[in-house]
Structures are given as structure tokens and as C-alpha cells.
């Protein structure tokens, strides 16, 4: 409950060494004090390189749906419905430990693609802090957040579909 000062998450890989984790076929809700928000407490949260997140549900969070922070390179997330979150849907970004916002340690090679992110509290799919010129952002149905996209370094979706998802 509230917003504690470390955060949480309903599942997370907050390990900044590891390697390769992955979230498949989760179904995350009701994380946190929602629907106050809470910029720190969120459904899906990965901070490493590598990995997959797939297949998952998540709504109703305080903080983002999926947020990677700190130290993520290389990650797929696909196939996703992210929809009604304090916060925001889907962030990318790193800062903080273990690079403290080094430029040569970005956010990069990250592929958002085929995801549903809907009615979202702030940004639907967003960059922010140190990111990369690799990322990707395509075919992705984005629509109905306070805003539906915030990308960094002059990026662009590609393929993006801008209407209601017909649930």
C-alpha cells in the first residue's frame, strides 16, 4: 500500500548483473495503492540486459505497466496489454545505479512490438532518461492514454495503429 521510497512491483528482475530474464503469460493487476499513482511501484519491472517480456496482462498499477530502468540492453517486449495504469504503460530507459545516467550505457537495443497499450494515465509508451538510437517501436496499438507516445533521439513509430482495440 502507498508509495513506498525502494518501490516494488508485481514481478520484477531488479538484479542490474543478471542476465536474460524473462516474463511470459503473466496476468498482473491491482499492484500498489491503485489508482492513486506512484512513480515506483509497478506491474512488470526490469533492470538487466536481456530477456523477453511476452504474452503478459497488466492493468490497473500504480506506476507503469512495464518500466525498465537502470541497466537494460537487448530486450524484447511483445504480444503485451497494457491498459489502465496509474502512470503510464510502457517506459524505456535507464539511469540511476549502476551507470548513474553514463552516456555510453543507454537504454538500447529494445524492440516494443505488437503490444496493446490503452487508457493509460500519462504517456501509453514512452522513452525516458538515457536511451539509445537502436530502440524499436512497431505495429503497436496505442490509443486513448493522456498521451500515446514520448520516444527520445528523434524516433518514430513504425506500423502503429491509433483506434479503440475493440475488446
Same mark, same amino acid.
Given at each position: 500500500?502507498?508509495?513506498?521510497?525502494?518501490? !516494488?512491483?508485481?514481478?520484477?528482475?531488479?538484479e542490474?548483473?543478471?542476465?536474460?530474464?524473462? &516474463?511470459?503469460?503473466?496476468?498482473?493487476?491491482?499492484?500498489?495503492? &491503485?489508482p492513486?499513482?506512484?512513480?515506483?511501484?509497478? !506491474?512488470i519491472y526490469?533492470?538487466?540486459?536481456g530477456?523477453r517480456i511476452?504474452?503478459?496482462?497488466?492493468?490497473r498499477t500504480s506506476g507503469?505497466?512495464?518500466?525498465?530502468?537502470?541497466?537494460?540492453?537487448?530486450?524484447?517486449?511483445?504480444?503485451?496489454?497494457?491498459?489502465?495504469?496509474?502512470?503510464?504503460?510502457?517506459?524505456? !530507459?535507464?539511469?540511476?545505479?549502476?551507470?548513474?545516467?553514463?552516456? %555510453?550505457?543507454?537504454?538500447?537495443?529494445?524492440?516494443?512490438?505488437?503490444?496493446i497499450v490503452?487508457?493509460?494515465? %500519462?504517456? !501509453?509508451?514512452?522513452e525516458s532518461?538515457?536511451?539509445?538510437?537502436?530502440?524499436?517501436?512497431?505495429?503497436?496499438?496505442?490509443?486513448?492514454?493522456?498521451?500515446?507516445?514520448?520516444?527520445?533521439?528523434?524516433?518514430?513509430? %513504425?506500423?502503429?495503429?491509433?483506434?479503440?482495440?475493440?475488446?
Open positions: 500500500a502507498g508509495c513506498p521510497d525502494d518501490g !516494488g512491483a508485481g514481478v520484477e528482475a531488479a542490474y548483473t543478471a542476465v536474460d530474464t524473462s &516474463f511470459e503469460g503473466n496476468l498482473v493487476h491491482d499492484i500498489g495503492g &491503485f492513486e499513482p506512484c512513480p515506483r511501484v509497478h !506491474g526490469h533492470a538487466h540486459e530477456g511476452v504474452n503478459n496482462i497488466v492493468f507503469w505497466g512495464i518500466h525498465l530502468w537502470h541497466a537494460p540492453f537487448d530486450l524484447m517486449i511483445a504480444n503485451n496489454l497494457v491498459f489502465n495504469n496509474a502512470n503510464g504503460g510502457i517506459v524505456v !530507459g535507464a539511469g540511476d545505479s549502476p551507470y548513474y545516467d553514463d552516456p %555510453s550505457k543507454p537504454a538500447d537495443h529494445i524492440v516494443v512490438v505488437n503490444n490503452y487508457d493509460n494515465r %500519462s504517456v !501509453g509508451i514512452e532518461g538515457v536511451t539509445g538510437l537502436n530502440n524499436l517501436y512497431l505495429n503497436n496499438l496505442v490509443f486513448g492514454n493522456e498521451q500515446d507516445w514520448g520516444l527520445n533521439n528523434d524516433l518514430t513509430p %513504425s506500423g502503429t495503429v491509433t483506434a479503440p482495440p475493440g475488446f
